[in-house]
């Protein structure tokens, strides 16, 4: 891993977003720049990848999507700041489909 990426993992049922044709688990490397928080890694994101705007994060509205949970360093994205958290070299994301039922 490169001193100054972010590390995005991603399950089987967002991968094809990233890569035709792929069907198994995903873990990307960006880079991360001065400044960045969640949100503009997400903004570079749907910009870069169509699908991941249609499916994961508006660009328009900013929000993510209820399809997905998101994860910052191993915690759940709203318990560390929400999407302006500050992104530090080495972080790493996951992206979850979004837990749903109930008892």
Not at 33 to 51: F, H, K, W
Not at 56 to 77: A, G, I, M
Not at 91 to 100: K, Q, T
Request: glycine share 8%; hydrophobic share 40%; aromatic share 10%.
């Amino acid at each position: 891993m490169s001193t100054n990426t972010i590390s995005l993992e991603i399950f089987p049922w967002l991968t094809e977003v990233f890569v035709a044709g792929r069907t198994n688990r995903l873990r990307l490397e960006e880079e991360r720049y001065e400044g960045d928080t969640v949100r503009s890694l997400l903004l570079r994101l749907a910009q870069s990848y169509p699908g991941f705007a249609q499916r994961v994060f508006d660009p328009k509205t900013q929000e993510l999507s209820d399809q997905v949970s998101l994860f910052h360093n191993s915690r759940f994205l709203e318990l560390v700041g929400g999407l302006d958290t500050p992104l530090a070299p080495g972080d790493e994301l996951l992206l979850l489909p979004a837990w749903e039922g109930g008892c």
